[in-house]
């Protein structure tokens, strides 16, 4: 007596599935056995066709003792036992479009959950640094969005408040960020320090002899260039006493990193007698070299600046934007004679960093460290076509924060960011 093979499939769908494979293969010999009265039993799979179920009903009756053999059966695999669950009814055009359809459920469960997760953090944002984002959205002339960012103010923005790299603190003590780049750079150089102090009552009685630049280890704008002895002394210890009185922290931001010790030394200016002392800002993104900054008379009145490739060329488009109205560098410069060495030092300093912005100083055929920039500023930089276009290059899932796991809501934050910053880059621009 041959079973027919909707009497075995259709049963096997009330009671099957919800245990292992093997429980499976039990079960339809049993509902085989109830139908005809025989015990019968096989070591083959769940039965795709009246063939295979013909193999299963076999003549011979089996001793009870013999059942426990039953276990031993091979697994179906997972279309067979996708097909047994969806019912031969579908047939395989109706099971692929099924298939089809609990993954664009999926996705778009997925995508709802995240555009919750971003507009809850961006908010978090908003109501934590109010005034910092009303400033933002005025120089941008936009809404930032912080949470996902895009423009270059934005992933500034967005590093400070959640990118936790340890080496940002380091970059942040000026004396200790100039050790660190010599030596994972050893063409470069530095100046010599000539004292330092924590104190003001600590001051040595020379501190303030001409061709000495005071400065504070941690902040920006923070330096007093003494290239003459100077008359009103106590002027300048003023000065010194509020840098160490009063921390330098960014407002509405860097307060979030741990500051170093606040130190104030003094340093030999580095002159260069035989040419230019010429500023590089090298900005690097994980060992690529995107663009150099070259500056000559940083902070002066003579200041002039130039945008170059890592060959060496200029970058003309910048120069041409109305947004950014500079000095510019003459024509008939050229860069250092060392150009190219500095840039190999930069791409050797930024390995492992998502985006930085490595300072070095040419002068007198000499490269000198200077430091290492994790948050430079903006200003109208960051408007220029050719800004908006190279921001695009720097990939925030490289930073520290997306590459370690984090804890609670950070981590489902990370996890929501990285899937929509996949989405964005396969959407057509």
């Known amino acids: 007596?041959?079973?027919?093979?909707?009497?075995?499939?259709?049963?096997?769908?009330?009671?099957?599935?919800?245990?292992?494979?093997?429980?499976?293969?039990?079960?339809?010999?049993?509902?085989?056995?109830?139908?005809?009265?025989?015990?019968?039993?096989?070591?083959?799979?769940?039965?795709?066709?009246?063939?295979?179920?013909?193999?299963?009903?076999?003549?011979?009756?089996?001793?009870?003792?013999?059942?426990?053999?039953?276990?031993?059966?091979?697994?179906?695999?997972?279309?067979?036992?996708?097909?047994?669950?969806?019912?031969?009814?579908?047939?395989?055009?109706?099971t692929r479009i099924h298939r089809r359809g609990k993954g664009v459920i999926k996705r778009f469960a997925d995508r709802c959950g995240d555009t919750i997760v971003?507009?809850?953090?961006?908010?978090?944002?908003?109501?934590?640094?109010?005034?910092?984002?009303?400033?933002?959205?005025i120089r941008q002339r936009a809404l930032p969005n912080i949470a996902v960012p895009a423009k270059f103010r934005e992933k500034r923005i967005w590093r400070i408040i959640?990118?936790?790299?340890?080496?940002?603190?380091?970059?942040?003590?000026?004396m200790a960020a100039k050790t660190w780049m010599i030596d994972h750079a050893p063409i470069l150089s530095a100046a010599p320090v000539l004292w330092s102090t924590k104190t003001l009552e600590e001051l040595p009685r020379n501190a303030f002899q001409a061709g000495t630049v005071v400065k504070a280890n941690s902040g920006c704008n923070q330096n007093l260039f003494l290239r003459c002895e100077p008359d009103n002394v106590e002027a300048i210890e003023r000065l010194i006493e509020k840098w160490l009185s009063s921390p330098y922290r960014e407002r509405d931001g860097k307060k979030y990193w741990p500051n170093p010790d606040q130190i104030v030394f003094g340093e030999a200016i580095i002159t260069s007698p035989t040419g230019p002392l010429i500023d590089l800002n090298i900005f690097c993104r994980d060992g690529v070299v995107d663009f150099v900054v070259a500056t000559i008379?940083?902070?002066?009145?003579?200041?002039?600046?130039?945008?170059?490739?890592?060959?060496?060329?200029?970058?003309?488009?910048?120069?041409?934007?109305?947004?950014?109205?500079?000095?510019?560098?003459?024509?008939?410069?050229?860069?250092?004679?060392?150009?190219?060495?500095?840039?190999?030092?930069?791409?050797?300093?930024?390995?492992?960093?998502?985006?930085?912005?490595?300072?070095?100083?040419?002068?007198?055929?000499?490269?000198?460290?200077?430091?290492?920039?994790?948050?430079?500023?903006?200003?109208?930089?960051d408007q220029t076509a050719f800004v908006k276009n190279w921001a695009r290059s720097w990939d925030i899932r490289s930073a520290w924060f997306m590459c370690q796991p984090q804890r609670g809501a950070t981590e489902r934050y990370r996890k929501a960011l990285e899937r929509q910053l996949g989405r964005r880059d396969s959407e057509p621009a």
């Not at 971003?118 to 959205?137: C, E, G, K």
């Not at 002039?304 to 510019?328: E, H, S, V």
């Not at 055929?365 to 200003?379: Q, S, V």
């Open 162 to 174: 959640f990118d936790r790299n340890p080496l940002f603190p380091l970059f942040g003590d000026k």
């Open 297 to 381: 008379g940083e902070k002066t009145a003579k200041e002039r600046i130039g945008y170059f490739t890592p060959d060496g060329d200029r970058i003309g488009c910048i120069m041409r934007d109305q947004k950014y109205a500079r000095d510019w560098l003459p024509p008939d410069f050229h860069v250092p004679a060392r150009y190219s060495e500095a840039i190999m030092a930069a791409s050797t300093l930024s390995i492992g960093i998502d985006f930085v912005r490595v300072d070095i100083i040419s002068a007198n055929d000499n490269l000198y460290a200077c430091e290492m920039t994790p948050f430079p500023g903006t200003g109208q930089f």
């Open 118 to 137: 971003l507009f809850a953090m961006n908010a978090w944002i908003y109501v934590r640094h109010p005034v910092w984002m009303a400033r933002t959205a």
């Open 1 to 94: 007596m041959t079973v027919p093979e909707t009497e075995l499939i259709e049963p096997l769908l009330d009671t099957s599935i919800e245990r292992n494979d093997r429980r499976l293969t039990v079960k339809i010999v049993r509902l085989a056995t109830e139908r005809d009265g025989h015990l019968r039993w096989s070591m083959t799979t769940a039965p795709q066709s009246s063939g295979a179920i013909s193999s299963i009903l076999t003549a011979k009756p089996t001793s009870p003792s013999e059942m426990p053999l039953l276990k031993t059966a091979s697994r179906p695999s997972s279309n067979e036992t996708e097909r047994i669950r969806l019912g031969r009814s579908y047939g395989p055009q109706r």
